[in-house]
């Protein structure tokens, strides 16, 4: 790997943070403060700022709660791996821009893709009313959430979620979203 190539091409696409590795509560904690010190520095507004650790804290969130959502077998290597993920925040004139990626279950996908094309398909106001079915009538998981993450990225970022999913082999694929918020 080439250093120089790597931070050149961060620097090309405006790369504020970029991870890959496990997520933890404390590493959470930490981003959100580095995020907090950037948009500050880059004199945010307000608002946009807001709209941004809105998103970025569901996103990160996502991560960190269905990371485990898997049983995985194989070598100590192979566990580290399926359990990691990725994040990047990069930066434009127009928006900021949170790709996060992570291995998934095979089994899955369908429920997974059914889900994110179903919240694509909703108008901002079908996404409000949508928002209050699921919290008023959804199941709690044993994660503690009712599947109101995605809707929420939706809504906060008031963009359509494009993901995508390339498969690994017959168990695991890796899942890519990418949020987009405007600055306002």
């Known amino acids: 790997m080439d250093a120089f190539n790597l931070y050149s091409q961060m ?3 405006d790369v504020l943070i970029a991870f890959k590795g496990s997520i933890t509560s404390e590493l959470l904690t930490s981003i959100l403060q580095i995020m907090e010190t950037k948009m500050e520095d880059l004199h945010e507004a307000p608002r946009t700022k807001k709209k941004v650790f809105n998103v970025l804290v569901e996103c990160l969130q996502n991560l960190y709660h269905h990371i485990d959502d898997f049983e995985v077998q194989g070598s100590a290597e192979e566990v580290s791996e399926k359990k990691s993920a990725i994040f990047s925040i990069s930066r434009t004139v127009e928006s900021y821009n949170i790709v996060t990626g992570n291995f998934v279950s095979n089994e899955n996908v ?6 994110i094309n179903k919240i694509n ?3 901002r106001d079908e996404l409000k009313a949508y928002y209050k ?3 008023n009538n959804g ?3 044993e994660k503690g959430g009712g599947g109101l993450g995605f ?9 359509k979620l494009v ?3 390339r498969e690994i ?3 695991y694929s890796f899942f890519t979203l990418t949020v987009k918020i405007s600055q306002i």
């Open 151 to 159: 809707i929420d990225i939706a809504k906060k970022s008031g963009e």
């Open 133 to 135: 079915q699921v919290l």
């Open 11 to 13: 620097e090309r696409d």
């Open 139 to 141: 199941e709690i998981s």
């Open 169 to 171: 082999d017959e168990s």
């Open 121 to 123: 398909d909703l108008s």
């Open 110 to 115: 369908t429920n997974l893709t059914n889900k």
């Open 163 to 165: 993901y995508n999913l």
